[in-house]
T-cell receptor
């Protein structure tokens, strides 16, 4: 299957700082990328959907000024958590599809963010 | 509305068979996925069903009944490494995934 690389795998940052997470599709062009967060023992929660070259579509309740998503190319999407707080500590996962109607989503390895 | 239900936790014995059920209510249903997720890792794709019936892939099989809004994942010859969470997700008419909370499967020797 296709490979999605997410970096970093884990990060610890101080409260008030910003953290950038990268999601790359290594062997295919991802027209659509999804960003999820997952709290312990809970389901994946979709934060936003991004299409290359356009603004991301955020799910209800997700602050777009706090979680900045950039999908500047067909192989790279970034999520920046701005002014991070301890409650932002979570597991963030990206996934990508090659086309709108593709049914299989390929996941990155996930990023464990801890804000202290 | 959109809803996915699956059991929170199940326990099974190494070498046995286990069936994890999932019921869904999804407008514009476009298929049902099963993913495996080990603790601290991203989910990995197991199966996709869009037509009624059973799809077999080695030790894992997945079943779908669209009329009943029901699916199950069947795991045979259980191994210790199968201990993980199993996530059921349905795809809606916008090709978006709606996720269940996951079923934690504990395998005992």
């Amino acid at each position: 299957g296709a490979v999605v690389s997410q970096h970093p795998s884990w990060v610890i940052c101080k409260s008030g700082t910003s953290v950038k997470i990268e999601c790359r599709s290594l062997d295919f062009q991802a027209t659509t990328m999804f960003w999820y967060r997952q709290f312990p023992k809970q389901s994946l929660m979709l934060m936003a959907t991004s299409n290359e070259g356009s603004k991301a579509t955020y799910e209800q309740g997700v602050e777009k000024d706090k979680f900045l998503i950039n999908h500047a190319s067909l192989t790279l999407s970034t999520l920046t958590v701005t002014s991070a707080h301890p409650e932002d500590s979570s597991f963030y996962i990206c996934s990508a599809r090659t086309g709108e109607r593709d049914t299989e989503a390929f996941f990155g390895q996930g990023t464990r963010l801890t804000v202290v | 509305g959109q809803n996915i239900d699956q059991p929170t936790e199940m326990t099974a014995t190494e070498g046995a068979i286990v069936q994890i059920n999932c019921t869904y209510q999804t407008s514009g249903f476009n298929g049902l996925f099963w993913y495996q997720q080990h603790a601290g890792e991203a989910p990995t794709f197991l199966s996709y069903n869009v037509l009624d019936g059973l799809e077999e892939k080695g030790r894992f099989s997945s079943f779908l009944s669209r009329s009943k809004g029901y699916s199950y994942l069947l795991l045979k010859e259980l191994q210790m490494k199968d201990s993980a969470s199993y996530l059921c997700a349905s795809m809606d008419s916008n090709y978006q995934l709606i996720w269940g909370a996951g079923t934690k499967l504990i395998i005992k020797p």
